[in-house]
């Protein structure tokens, strides 16, 4: 069985940093591209980042674009999401999710992963 255990979150002011974890189990990363999403009140989950299955090609929405990275760690079985200079429309609920398939390069489509965390709050006050 496959879990992925988001954490990390918080309530942080504008310009400030935060840092996401997320941790798999019953899976190997190491094979598999990751990717982050995050859902604000009202709005569908939308893409964030992702890596593809070897994290050395990345992707990232531009609304996000250098200000955050994603990394991840094959031995602790972990993807991570730094977050910089954070803004009040960042907040949302954020989602890491495993692609479906082994060895493929990094999705922005919702319907690709086959499995979520159960997200982490981010609310950036103005």
């Known amino acids: 069985q496959v879990q992925l255990v988001e954490s990390g979150g918080g309530l942080v002011q504008a310009g400030e940093s935060l840092r996401l974890s997320c941790a798999a189990s019953g899976r190997t990363i190491s094979n598999y591209a990751m990717g982050w999403f995050r859902q604000a009140p009202g709005k569908e989950r939308a893409f964030v980042a992702a890596d593809n299955w070897a994290g050395t090609s990345t992707d990232y929405a531009d609304s996000v674009k250098g200000r955050f990275t994603i990394s991840r760690d094959n031995v602790k079985n972990t993807v991570d999401l730094q977050m910089n200079s954070l803004k009040p429309e960042d907040t949302a609920v954020y989602y890491c999710?495993?692609?479906?398939?082994?060895?493929?390069?990094?999705?922005?489509?919702?319907?690709?992963?086959?499995?979520w965390g159960q997200g982490t709050q981010v609310t950036v006050s103005s």
């Open positions: 999710g495993i692609v479906r398939g082994r060895y493929t390069f990094s999705k922005r489509d919702v319907a690709a992963y086959d499995y």
